[in-house]
């Protein structure tokens, strides 16, 4: 048979009619190699889809879990214990500092690394902590104020200069809580060498804040009063005395969008006033669109 009848044979067969024609003793070479392969990937390809271990179900799950709506706790006098409330930061770019649409205001989050995307389904101890533009509520960057006292304080106001612990609101499998631990001499440090923020599963000394007014000269007038949402505070670290502040320098892309990095670390001006980097509110209903009064 020359050429072109063999050709002319093969072209009304199907590849997998012409796998069949012959047996496995005439499959050698590549040829045998190539299919056993294939095989071999499809039967795995199904059996980790049937286990759910497929990165694209893992990133699913991510998702689902830690991108979930919540509502938070609309108070209409002040913040209590046991409120969810976000972490925002009004006065900080919400974007690149050097992007064209210029808008304000981020809040704290979770986040993933990117060595870690697929191998994951959920926040755990250790997850790293940022601020980004998003506002809406949902279970990556809502949080329950407690006690740090180990008492139920629930519904009681929060004061100025009162000791308490922020916990990720909804964290199936274990209590998380917003920690920022002394860095040793090998650990990793946060963004500008700073002391970096982290979801933990400790409840300790390190994870205890406590809120002071805006105004410095108006610390030692307001201490020992409550506070309404809505209102600037400066969130201090009870182990370091610094600040919990926005590093608005620091911006790179993860999973969930643009992130930018937070740290415990004061920022502040000549006059000795913490600067926008270190000013929060405690929202309990829809962040405004647009801050009409904003610190410079």
């Not at 105004?215 to 201090?236: A, H, L, Q, W, Y």
């Not at 370091?240 to 992130?259: H, K, M, P, Q, R």
């Not at 405004?288 to 009064?293: D, K, Y």
Request: hydrophobic content about 30%; proline content about 5%; glycine content about 6%.
């Amino acid at each position: 048979m020359n050429d072109h009848t063999d050709k002319s044979f093969m072209k009304g067969y199907p590849s997998r009619k012409i796998e069949k024609m012959y047996s496995s003793k005439v499959r050698i070479g590549n040829w045998f190699e190539e299919l056993e392969l294939r095989k071999e990937k499809t039967e795995l390809y199904i059996q980790k889809r049937e286990n759910k271990e497929l990165v694209v179900q893992k990133i699913r799950e991510l998702f689902h879990n830690v991108c979930r709506e919540t509502r938070l706790s609309r108070n209409e006098d002040y913040i209590k214990f046991g409120n969810k409330i976000q972490l925002f930061a009004p006065d900080m770019q919400s974007s690149r500092p050097n992007c064209e649409n210029i808008n304000y205001g981020v809040v704290v989050a979770g986040t993933v690394p990117q060595d870690a995307i697929g191998k994951i389904s959920r926040f755990g101890n250790r997850s790293p902590v940022v601020c980004y533009p998003k506002s809406t509520p949902c279970t990556r960057n809502t949080f329950t104020i407690k006690s740090a006292d180990y008492q139920n304080r629930d519904g009681n106001n929060l004061l100025f200069g009162q000791e308490f612990i922020l916990q990720l609101t909804d964290s199936p499998g274990e209590d998380l809580y917003l920690r920022s631990p002394t860095p040793l001499v090998d650990d990793t440090r946060g963004p500008r060498q700073h002391n970096r923020i982290l979801l933990s599963n400790i409840k300790d000394c390190y994870s205890i804040w406590k809120v002071l007014c805006w105004d410095n000269k108006m610390r030692f007038e307001t201490e020992g009063s409550p506070f309404p949402s809505s209102t600037r505070v400066v969130i201090t670290h009870m182990m370091t005395g610094e600040c919990l502040a926005v590093e608005g320098s620091d911006w790179y892309t993860s999973i969930f969008g643009n992130e930018c990095g937070i740290s415990v670390h004061t920022y502040r001006d000549i006059f000795k006033r913490e600067t926008a980097e270190c000013l929060w509110m405690f929202i309990t209903e829809e962040i405004p669109r647009c801050i009409e009064e904003r610190c410079e």
